[in-house]
């Protein structure tokens, strides 16, 4: 006798808070949720106002149509932020991905940007969820998307995408190691797909948590060479995403830098009547997410806490990212003890589950005080695991801004305060 059992990928934390307020005001801020909760739980603290607000800013700063990057927060109450702050297409990496936004918002732009992807997902996204557009960087994909879609010639044709590779950046994560057509190879599926494309486009993705604006420039220019050789007309150029945002170690150019580069070298190729897409995940939602986590025990400068690696702060661990920090407890305000860097073991049984920091908190930091860890509505919880079985959390939504801000997103601070 065989066990069959489904798991769903795109889940959210296990127990969600919702005082769904008329007003930001009107929502609790997340010193007041650990007074009242006590949490023994990580404790995620949404913010949706700031999502809200900084992908209006983004949008009003890019030019041409944004779409959210689902893998990096698939939470629901993130969604509908960055669907409130006008976002209405979407990235979508996996089936899940899109039959969650499908079911959430059913007039939105659904674009299927994994170079590669299951017979049975494109299939279902074609025929069940009115997914019009795929990104490929291979002939093969090429073929199976186009056999996939020839199946109910009613439907119409496919838009078709041609990932292009790009060298190295200094981006945190570099993805066209993975991912990407070589220069070459770009230029054939070019000429590949126009006859057979119901739209016809190029992206690329310059790595995330990018600092340099002239990576979209170089980035850009790469692509109006893959044009220029196809010899055929485009309908959209894909820059992707990578934007960066403020860590404690990390402080970017404002983002107006980034689109000065992205439109003058968009309008160097001189490409009439081709769009622009940008493809942000963690510029729109990093700001709007934190994480409370209690302390376990205390050795000398290292804190066990209850989250770690395998919860909401993978970044922490290998990638080694820093975050905003703040020392909580429940029946008074942190004291006025000097900071001192710290690290932190997380929960499980793991030696790999350490994030050395340093993280900067009060010195008379204890078992029982709580810490909260910003930067995190990217990336956080999305990447939990049931390691351990330390797979218990709680989301909160909260009325407090962002720990830290980036810089030209001058809009959030005031449009927060409208909300309220």
Request: aromatic letters at 8%; a negative charge.
């Amino acid at each position: 006798m065989s066990l069959i059992q489904k798991y769903e990928t795109v889940r959210p934390p296990h127990h969600f808070i919702s005082l769904r307020p008329d007003t930001a005001s009107a929502r609790p801020c997340v010193a007041d949720m650990v007074k009242w909760l006590r949490p023994e739980v990580p404790l995620h603290c949404l913010r949706p106002e700031v999502i809200a607000a900084t992908s209006a800013a983004f949008i009003a700063a890019f030019p041409g149509d944004v779409l959210y990057a689902v893998k990096c927060n698939p939470e629901p109450a993130v969604l509908r932020a960055v669907w409130a702050g006008g976002v209405r297409h979407f990235d979508c990496a996996s089936i899940s991905e899109v039959t969650l936004v499908r079911r959430l918002f059913p007039d939105a732009d659904i674009h299927f940007m994994h170079p590669v992807k299951g017979r049975a997902a494109i299939r279902e996204a074609w025929l069940v969820h009115g997914v019009r557009d795929f990104v490929l960087d291979s002939a093969a994909e090429l073929q199976k998307i186009l056999e996939i879609t020839g199946e109910c010639t009613t439907s119409g044709r496919p838009g078709l995408f041609v990932r292009l590779a790009l060298p190295a950046t200094k981006a945190a994560i570099d993805l066209s190691s993975k991912f990407g057509a070589s220069l070459d190879s770009a230029v054939a599926l070019l000429q590949a797909a126009r006859p057979v494309a119901g739209r016809l486009g190029i992206a690329f993705h310059v790595g995330s948590q990018c600092l340099d604006p002239l990576a979209w420039r170089d980035a850009m220019a790469l692509a109006g060479l893959a044009i220029q050789r196809a010899g055929v007309p485009v309908d959209v150029i894909d820059v992707g995403g990578g934007f960066p945002v403020a860590y404690p170690d990390q402080t970017p150019p404002p983002l107006g830098a980034f689109m000065t580069e992205i439109a003058a070298s968009f309008e160097q190729l001189g490409l009439r009547g081709v769009k622009l897409w940008a493809e942000p995940g963690r510029a729109l939602v990093a700001g709007g997410g934190s994480v409370v986590v209690q302390v376990q025990l205390r050795k000398h400068n290292m804190l066990y806490v209850n989250d770690g690696v395998y919860g909401a702060l993978a970044d922490a661990g290998a990638l080694g990212f820093r975050f905003p920090t703040k020392l909580l407890r429940a029946n008074h305000e942190a004291g006025a003890a000097p900071l001192a860097a710290f690290g932190l073991f997380g929960p499980s049984c793991d030696s790999f589950d350490v994030m050395r920091g340093p993280f900067m908190l009060p010195d008379d930091v204890a078992e029982g005080d709580w810490i909260e860890i910003g930067q995190l509505g990217a990336y956080g919880a999305c990447l939990r695991t049931a390691f351990n079985g330390f797979d218990r959390a709680t989301l909160v939504e909260v009325s407090d801004p962002a720990m830290l801000e980036t810089a030209g997103y001058e809009a959030v601070e005031s449009a927060i305060a409208r909300a309220a």
